[in-house]
């Protein structure tokens, strides 16, 4: 077993209430239970001697294997091939999708193992260590299996076929031998404290609820409506979105770790297992276009929620980030016993940028709500009087709150600024809520709305404009430049083929962007109050391929979208950044990059068709 693998050598499985990576020779080093947010079960990714861990090899000098791992199509079923001299096995890792919609507080995680190809010899490791490794587990062994438990929490091994489970210091182990078309497995089962053991899988229930999973995924992936150039890659990232959402409640989490560093020994380690505002409001549309109406419309439900419980945060009616049951405390600690991925220290749990003031948030929420149009379920309790009160007092709070000093999009704890991303989400609040009170012919102060709108166009087009730069800049009174601006075509603030826009793509092209790939900012000239440095990030990358597109630059935007494929891992998953030798760096999948890869490629199919049907 590797030490440290690298970040991008894992897939991801989950049941839509939690998920779990799978390196790529067979490691189960991340899963948390029974939610995205729980206190982890195995995390050797964060820790390799204290984290816990569950692996499933081959018993065999590691240079005498090839290894292999893919999705089965259009599922989230991970399939890892050892191909040894004496045979080929197969380890197939899931999640079964049963009940989503109901929080549960039990977990599966299935690990079937066949050979295709003459004898393989396997080994067994299964090393809990519940609660981020805090927690002590007794163990104990019956007919049917291997049981761990602390006093919160309990985890059941079941081991099917020839598999003979034994204890090695408090921990289950095994080594097995399987000839062709032989079929073995081990079921993880997470319970509460106390609750009694599972009822034991056979093996032809096991083959049932592996098709089922198979079925399911099969059944989700068919609705996707998108049929342009880049097929698979979209719906690799649909399914990457749909394993990231907590189904009880549609909302999406950012990503499905916590404390991978942004640099490697850096501190910029951060948990992304909470829903963000700003990132799933951003993903309705996209849900929409794919055809996807009920993923979004449960996540509008979510939001709608959050603006009708009102204010959470001192003064503010929207906080930036909530659990994904609408939770609003979100307590940063850090974990001082873990020496953190490849030593990058502090790992933290939680998240102390909850009580930032973020004023974009505003605008991506109001977006959310509204810009895919009417028929969504949301957009139709809207229609209703007290759905459209809440929005609207909403707005009308905004209209004497926009025009003040936030952290911004990037979170930085250095300071508040007036940043400009900020004010064009606040332009973008008013704009769409102008566009639904007419549409729905609802009350609103519409002049009072209108006025605050324009407002902040002058504002913008008057301070957040660099003529040094010729650019619009990051903050009012600098010359900084920041990649969260390329979302201002999509708003409808300004063309993509306006003469300031250009420009800006110009001098964002000379600063920010190095071969297709994109900084956020330079921290050097922007200081964030943070050491050390970062990466590209990937969500800019495909918002740049975004703006060029619409720009009309397409044979750039799809040069810099193809480079930008290359440096998906090898199932199609990106972290949140990529670093000056291609690595990948961040917390692991990020939703919001593939969100962001899915609009890329739209605008692109859509760019490249109006050109073709122009000639």
């Not at 910029?268 to 055809?291: E, P």
């Not at 102060?445 to 730069?469: C, H, N, P, V, Y």
Request: hydrophobic share 40%.
């Amino acid at each position: 077993m590797r030490r440290y693998p690298p970040i991008a050598d894992h897939g991801l499985i989950g049941d839509l209430q939690t998920a779990a990576l799978v390196s790529s020779d067979g490691v189960v080093d991340w899963f948390c239970a029974p939610r995205f947010d729980s206190p982890s079960i195995f995390a050797a990714l964060l820790d390799h001697e204290k984290g816990g861990h569950f692996s499933l090899t081959v018993d065999a000098d590691p240079a005498e294997v090839t290894v292999r791992q893919l999705y089965l199509s259009d599922t989230a079923i991970v399939v890892t091939r050892f191909l040894t001299a004496d045979g080929i096995g197969e380890v197939i890792d899931f999640m079964p999708v049963e009940d989503p919609h109901r929080a549960g507080d039990s977990r599966r995680l299935i690990r079937a193992v066949r050979v295709v190809r003459g004898s393989v010899r396997f080994r067994m490791e299964c090393r809990p260590r519940f609660d981020y490794g805090r927690a002590r587990h007794r163990t104990t062994t019956s007919p049917d299996g291997v049981s761990f438990a602390t006093p919160e929490a309990r985890a059941h091994l079941q081991a099917i076929g020839p598999v003979a489970l034994a204890v090695d210091n408090g921990d289950a182990v095994a080594t097995f031998t399987l000839d062709s078309g032989t079929l073995a497995a081990c079921v993880l089962t997470t319970l509460p404290a106390g609750a009694p053991h599972p009822q034991p899988l056979s093996e032809d229930e096991l083959r049932r609820t592996f098709a089922r999973t198979r079925g399911f995924w099969h059944d989700w992936t068919a609705r996707c409506r998108y049929r342009g150039r880049w097929q698979q890659i979209v719906n690799r990232s649909a399914i990457t979105l749909k394993l990231l959402t907590y189904a009880p409640t549609g909302a999406l989490i950012a990503a499905a770790t916590t404390g991978l560093p942004e640099q490697i020994g850096g501190e910029r380690n951060w948990d992304y297992r909470f829903t963000w505002v700003r990132d799933a409001s951003l993903s309705v549309s996209a849900l929409v276009k794919l055809g996807y109406t009920e993923e979004a419309d449960a996540f509008r439900r979510w939001l709608g929620d959050r603006v009708r419980a009102g204010r959470t945060a001192p003064g503010e009616p929207l906080q930036i980030m909530y659990r994904i049951d609408g939770d609003p405390h979100l307590t940063e600690e850090t974990l001082d016993h873990f020496e953190g991925y490849r030593g990058s220290a502090p790992v933290r749990v939680g998240n102390g940028a909850a009580d930032q003031l973020q004023l974009d948030i505003y605008g991506e929420a109001v977006y959310g709500l509204l810009e895919a149009g009417p028929g969504g379920e949301w957009l139709a309790q809207l229609a209703g009087y007290d759905g459209w009160l809440a929005l609207a007092e909403l707005l009308d709070w905004l209209c004497e709150h926009w025009d003040r000093a936030d952290e911004g999009i990037w979170e930085t704890r250095g300071g508040r600024r007036d940043f400009t991303y900020s004010r064009l989400m606040c332009w973008t609040a008013f704009d769409r809520g102008i566009r639904a009170a007419t549409q729905l012919a609802r009350p609103a102060d519409l002049a009072r709305w209108t006025a605050a709108r324009d407002a902040i166009l002058q504002q913008i087009m008057e301070r957040g404009w660099s003529e040094k730069r010729q650019a619009f800049v990051q903050s009012y009174g600098s010359d900084v430049l920041d990649a969260s601006l390329l979302l201002m075509p999509l708003t409808g603030f300004i063309s993509p083929r306006d003469r300031r826009w250009l420009s800006t793509l110009d001098a964002m092209d000379d600063e920010l962007v190095s071969d297709s790939l994109v900084y956020r900012y330079n921290p050097e000239a922007s200081p964030d109050g943070l050491r050390g440095s970062e990466g590209t990030f990937s969500l800019c990358s495909f918002l740049y391929v975004d703006a060029m597109a619409r720009a009309g630059r397409l044979d750039q935007a799809r040069y810099a979208f193809d480079k930008m494929l290359t440096y998906a891992n090898h199932v199609g998953l990106f972290a949140e950044e990529i670093g000056p030798t291609g690595e990948q760096l961040g917390n692991f999948p990020q939703a919001f990059t593939h969100l962001a890869l899915i609009n890329a490629a739209m605008a692109l199919d859509e760019e490249l068709d109006r050109e073709a049907a122009e000639r």
